[in-house]
């Protein structure tokens, strides 16, 4: 982290939505990256110097290109109040993960930019928690960052890399390739509706299953790089099918088809919704951290093997055809999703 100054102390301000109170001695900005930042995540031997000084210096790998992400969450916005802190840090890094499962990359580091409205060391304690047990699973090494005092916000940069030329992009699909989800779609809607009291149910097991979907959603980073010289083209499913596969056709300039029969719905998410909310979710909800694919038919096979060693399910929800813009059909029948995606400025 970054421990130039000066800055106002982490130690001020009021609580913001999501963050809990504590009662314990008020920590300042370098005791507080001390004690929860430094060494954080998995050691890595091409980390050359990692937080502490003004910068950081990594040595990237020849033969490869590195990938770059960066997202931000906030309180209030992409998380509620109560929810856990453990949750919270999961979420940071998760969701920047997710997008280098997206391009078939290999995280490798990344750096923490949290503003915080007081320096609580229960909900510090928390928040270090989740993100490195999720670090060190994807042997992702904490290599600088900043802290500041204002609203809850946690802003993560990952970079990683794959071998040259190998990226998974948006703007390789063509006419003829299959569109293909990973995993079920619409359980972090459910979850996020359980959460705010908007859907209840006195199915507790699946209330559980939903609601742990939505605080700890799982990037497919290892599906990410079986699918490398598989798929045409992918993205992750972060603001919802309805919200990303436009941007995957306009960037390859072609068209899809759907056909919303098709779309994965888990069992808990039918025990606790209607089938059509079900389908509203999985199409427009989002959070969902899934990768949305295209692959030549004459691949397919191979893909869906690379997912099934994984322990992965992969469905055909629709295809590529030539022009612009995506098509929904209900067993034949055209229709228009009453979800169309989050955005955060609509």
Partial sequence: ????????????????????????????????????FTG????????????????????????????????????????????????????????????????????KWATLALTLPKADPRWLDGFAAGFAA??????????????????????????GDVPRGAALRRDGARPGDLLVVTGTLGDSGAGLALRLGTLSTAESAAAAELERRFDYPTPRVAFGRAARGLASAAMDLSDGLAGDLPKLVAASRVAAQVEIANLPLSAALRRV??????????????????????VPAGRLEALTAAAGQLNLTLTVVGRIVAGEGVGWTLAGRSVAPRLT??????
């Fill in 341 to 346: 995606g989050y955005d955060h400025f609509r």
């Fill in 1 to 36: 982290m970054n421990t130039d100054g000066p800055r106002p102390s982490v130690a001020v301000g009021g609580a913001a939505p999501g963050l809990a109170g504590g009662t314990g001695a008020a920590l300042g900005e370098f005791d507080l990256i001390r004690r929860y």
């Fill in 273 to 294: 919704a209607s089938l059509e909310q079900a389908r509203d979710w999985a199409i427009g909800a989002g959070d969902d951290y899934e990768l949305l694919l295209t």
């Fill in 40 to 107: 954080m995540g998995a050691e890595r031997a091409d980390v050359t110097l990692g937080v502490g000084d003004d910068a950081a210096l990594l040595e990237p790998a020849a033969g490869r290109e590195l990938v770059v992400t960066v997202d931000a969450i906030v309180a209030g916005r992409h998380f509620p109040a109560g929810t856990e802190p453990r949750s919270i840090g999961h979420r940071a890094l998760a969701v920047n993960l997710s997008d280098l499962a997206a391009m078939g990359a290999d995280p």
């Fill in 134 to 159: 999720l670090a060190r699973e994807h042997e992702v090494a904490l290599v600088g960052g900043d802290t500041t005092a204002g609203p809850l916000t946690v802003s993560v940069q990952l970079i």
